[in-house]
């Protein structure tokens, strides 16, 4: 091949570089927003309306950047990065697993949403909301984690604790907490209808916690921002009052119907739950549109709109 066939071929491959170079930059924002969506988004709408509002900062940057606007380019940049770091402590422990994944090489898996909430007969619901009440009634300390999306594991515990593999009922539930039984000192672990052991160690929460809080509440904030696919129920033994941990927050104190209330509508499915996922799935399916429309055009129609 003669070099002035060459240098043709070779000028028409350095013309596609800057084109090639913007699809990737492109590609690899919406990768990031999606992954974004599913970590923090996904479950709570305010989250979501969160995520939103900071994409839409970004691409405003973005715009005016490319419009030469600088004192706005200016400030939307500090209004980014002021954001990001107020996400990066409101989210602290989403963050925390998401930089986790990244050092275990774990990166197609948040890509990936969890799962959906497996559902728990309200018959279930009931017995443990009842054993709850009445512990909570008698001021008798109790700990109870719920699998949710997924089983939990033996290394997720400080101790596995004693295995039972029993129907959960709410005499055995309220048995098992007593004092003078060899199985209060820890917790119940519950997975779909089967109380799988008793006196399981949790590990516990690292986060500056109020003086009213007692060990099992640290126990039950440790837990649930370590691992998401659970939720713990904890009956204070001072004061009797109810709390529920889910991802690393307490919600408290509770009554019992509110109790209910609260797991029907966590192990229901709900549509409204997925509003993250959809949207994440959604911007991913757009995206590969806008891919495929770039990659159709030539480098001339770049030359003929600039």
């Given at each position: ?23 990737i ?60 770091v107020?996400?990066?402590v ?50 008798t300390?109790?700990l ?12 997720d ?5 004693v295995?039972?593999?029993?129907e ?6 309220q ?17 779909g ?29 440790g ?10 129920i ?42 993250a996922?959809?949207?994440?799935r ?9 891919l495929?429309?770039l990659?159709?055009l030539r480098?001339?129609d ?5």
């Amino acid at each position: 091949m003669s070099l002035s066939g060459v240098v043709p071929d070779l000028d028409r491959v350095l013309s596609w570089l800057p084109d090639l170079v913007n699809i990737i930059d492109l590609g690899l924002v919406l990768a990031l927003s999606y992954a974004l969506l599913l970590i923090i988004g996904e479950g709570e709408r305010r989250s979501l309306w969160m995520v939103r509002g900071f994409i839409v900062l970004m691409l405003a940057t973005v715009v005016s950047g490319q419009l030469e606007l600088k004192l706005l380019k200016f400030l939307l940049e500090k209004l980014v990065l002021g954001s990001a770091v107020a996400m990066a402590v409101i989210f602290q422990s989403q963050f925390r697993r998401f930089l986790e994944q990244i050092g275990r090489g774990e990166i197609l898996p948040l890509f990936q949403s969890s799962g959906r909430p497996r559902t728990q007969p309200d018959s279930v619901i009931d017995r443990i909301v009842e054993a709850v009440k009445e512990l909570s009634q008698n001021r008798t300390g109790a700990l109870v984690l719920m699998e949710t999306t997924g089983s939990l594991e033996e290394e997720d515990f400080v101790s596995p604790g004693v295995s039972l593999n029993a129907e959960v009922s709410k005499e055995l539930l309220q048995t098992i907490f007593q004092t003078s039984t060899l199985l209060h000192d820890g917790a119940v672990l519950i997975g779909g209808s089967r109380i799988l052991a008793a006196a399981v160690i949790l590990p516990l929460s690292e986060r500056t916690a109020s003086r009213q809080l007692g060990t099992r509440h640290r126990a039950a904030m440790g837990i649930t921002e370590r691992i998401e696919k659970c939720l713990c129920i904890v009956v204070s033994e001072e004061t009797g009052s109810i709390s529920l941990a889910e991802k690393g927050t307490l919600n408290r104190p509770l009554t019992s119907s509110k109790l209910k209330e609260l797991l029907q509508d966590r192990f229901t499915p709900i549509v409204e739950r997925d509003a993250a996922v959809r949207l994440s799935r959604k911007i991913g399916f757009q995206g590969k549109i806008l891919l495929e429309r770039l990659l159709s055009l030539r480098p001339s129609d770049f030359r003929k709109k600039n």
